[in-house]
């Protein structure tokens, strides 16, 4: 059985992470948040030490750290806000456990050069979690896709848009400081899967970059692809008008869509497993959909280019 500490368990994707320490059949011994709405803890892990400052919560696994080796915290899964990953995964290391980050793992390509010389340094791993890569439907369609040769380049068109209300904007969501905007903070998943799927990127270019909305062309190895991303309301009336839905999520392949709304469960789980038996995925897996991300944020936009969705 292995000690697992999590940062930000008070966030939305914590409770994914705390049913995988439980099915995995480890346990939580520390968790912080400066939210303390964390009845979720009763569920999984009641014995857990909480803390709200982080200050405390670093002392606290220090002194696990230093009590013997049956208290010392093997892992620490990060839930934390996007900005906050690269300070989280450096006191992991520096308490000598592996760290298990949410995506994106850092903000900024240059910091993932970094985390591995400290994987080095104190001979620990960083792991990210790529749920996407490990979907069913997914890993028949990358299969099928890495098994055929084809002369010309596929077409495929990517469209999220996920409703979100006015608190997004106040919160560390709608702050690009501490989230990278929404091509970080709701389009890394995509972009690492068709990355995953089609090959590294050879041109990217932006047409549309607003704090609501986003979007643009790249090609990659095997396909070119047309892309837009939205929080607004009013663009998911266009296609989902008359059922009611918060959420519109398709990607099409030459004109065929990719249905995999289903199939989600245990993902998280399966991760852990993964981890826990000796493989992840870790910085390299996750370095080209980072850097690609940053330069979606960065790249000077395309002029005189008009897009509507």
Known sequence: MKNFAITGVAGYIAPRHLESIKDTGNRLVAAVDPHDSVGILDSYFPDASFFTEFERFDRHLEMLRRANKGNQVHYISICSPNHLHDAHIRLALRIGADAICEKPLVLNPWNLDRLQELEEDFNAKIFTVLQLRLHPTLLKIKQELDGKIVKTKHTVKLRYITTR????????????????????????????????????????????????????????????????????????????????????????????????????????????????????????????????VYNIRNIELVANKLYSE
């Open 165 to 292: 209300g006015k608190w997004y904007r106040y919160s560390w969501k709608g702050d690009s400081e501490r989230s990278g905007g929404i091509v970080a903070n709701i389009g890394i998943h995509f972009f690492d899967l068709l990355i995953w799927l089609f090959g590294n990127v050879q041109e990217n270019i932006v047409y549309l970059r607003k704090e609501e909305k986003a979007a643009g062309y790249l090609e990659l190895e095997k396909a070119n692809v047309d892309w837009f991303l939205s929080i607004d309301r009013y663009d998911l009336h266009d296609v989902d008008e008359t059922n009611g839905r918060r959420t519109h999520r398709s990607i099409t392949i030459d004109g065929k869509e990719l249905e995999f709304s289903s199939g989600f469960t245990n993902l998280h789980t399966r991760i852990y497993d993964g981890i826990l038996s000796g493989y992840g995925f870790g910085i390299e897996d996750a370095r080209t959909s980072i850097e690609l």
